[in-house]
């Protein structure tokens, strides 16, 4: 088992983070209602305890954090949202493809952030000039990112995160915790996920005895047309507004459909969510010939999750929109069961193609 330590001190601040070997949940001692792969807890002198559980082996991370932290870097555009709603924009002072963030603050400030760069292309000149606290990281595979372990060999902690794997949408929104934790804003935190969650169990009580709704899911990408599993994030979104994905398979992973098999399943959707980068039903009619032929496209409604892109491409449905599943169920309630959304509503992160 492989074990690293870091203890840093500086004024305000001291820290360490280590690797551990433990099952998700054993110290989570109630601090987490939905999250499944971080726990805290409380371990006096002002401490708090973060134990990060990796979901593909029984490793985890924990560091011991005073909640002082405030020079982070984000690889994470979800992580710089975080910061951004529990006011502490300002701790943030590098991330990975600024262009790509929607977030206000960071755009209004990208002369003061350090734009870090990407995972083969990481500047680490420019994340040790800025003596960064900690670099929150991602992994997309059972290895952690090869940056992680040069970054701790030149003195820079990293905390791999999973936020994304966590199926349920107010688990993903649950992070703030953890990102409060770091800057000592756990109260505020605890106080906007318990506004969240409200929200969004309120919305999805309200259409809990409606009639599902059939629903066409994305657009082929690369040739390939995948659909969410039933247990999928976003089928469990969809399942909270009413509706459901036709053709879609058991557990969380996606599945992949032919175009022909897209076509038989557009004749049964009501209506079809987020088809890849068009913004009209034009476009889409140009991917392919028999996708022209779709009967959805004349007959049924179409809606796209690109309404709070930046120039550059960056989409704040998946920034922002991991933290507040309640803005994006409220969407899809409207365009689902616009019979059951509150009048004068709008849409937050969907547009209607036409």
Not at 128 to 150: F, G, M, R
Not at 205 to 213: D, G, I, K, L, N
Request: net charge negative.
């Amino acid at each position: 088992m492989k074990h690293f330590n870091y203890l840093i001190s500086c004024i305000g601040l001291i820290f360490s983070l280590t690797a551990c070997r433990e099952a998700p949940g054993d110290n989570n001692e109630g601090s987490c209602d939905y999250a499944s792969l971080f726990s805290l807890s409380d371990s006096g002198n002002g401490k708090s305890l973060l134990t990060v559980f990796s979901p593909y082996d029984s490793s985890c991370d924990t560091l011991m954090t005073d909640g002082s932290m405030d020079r982070i870097v984000c690889m994470s555009s979800t992580a710089v949202a975080a910061f951004s709603a529990l006011g502490a924009g300002d701790c943030v002072i590098g991330v990975s493809g600024i262009d790509y963030i929607s977030d206000p603050y960071i755009r209004d400030h990208s002369d003061l952030i350090c734009d870090v760069g990407y995972d083969a292309d990481l500047n680490y000149e420019g994340i040790v000039s800025i003596q960064p606290d900690i670099v929150l990281a991602y992994s997309t595979s059972s290895v952690k990112p090869s940056y992680v372990s040069k970054l701790e060999s030149l003195g820079i902690p990293v905390l791999v995160l999973y936020d994304y794997l966590e199926e349920h949408p107010l688990a993903r929104t649950e992070y703030l915790k953890l990102y409060g934790t770091l800057v000592g804003k756990r109260e505020e935190a605890d106080s906007l996920f318990n506004v969240i969650a409200d929200n969004y169990e309120r919305l999805a009580a309200r259409v809990s005895a409606s009639e599902p709704v059939p629903v066409l899911m994305n657009l082929p990408y690369a040739g390939i047309w995948y659909i969410p599993g039933k247990d999928n994030y976003m089928s469990k979104l969809l399942s909270d507004a009413g509706a459901y994905v036709p053709g879609a398979k058991a557990g969380s992973a996606s599945s992949t459909i032919s175009i022909e098999r897209a076509y038989e399943l557009s004749g049964q959707a009501k209506l079809w969510l987020n088809p890849g980068w068009c913004t009209s039903k034009e476009e889409i009619a140009a991917v392919h010939p028999l996708i022209a032929e779709f009967p959805i496209l004349s007959n049924g409604r179409i809606f796209n999750n690109i309404k709070r892109c930046t120039p550059m491409g960056g989409n704040d449905f998946w920034e922002s929109g991991s933290l507040r599943p309640d803005l994006i169920l409220n969407d899809l309630v409207q365009m689902i069961h616009p019979e059951l959304s509150d009048p004068g509503d709008s849409l937050f992160y969907h547009i209607e193609l036409k």
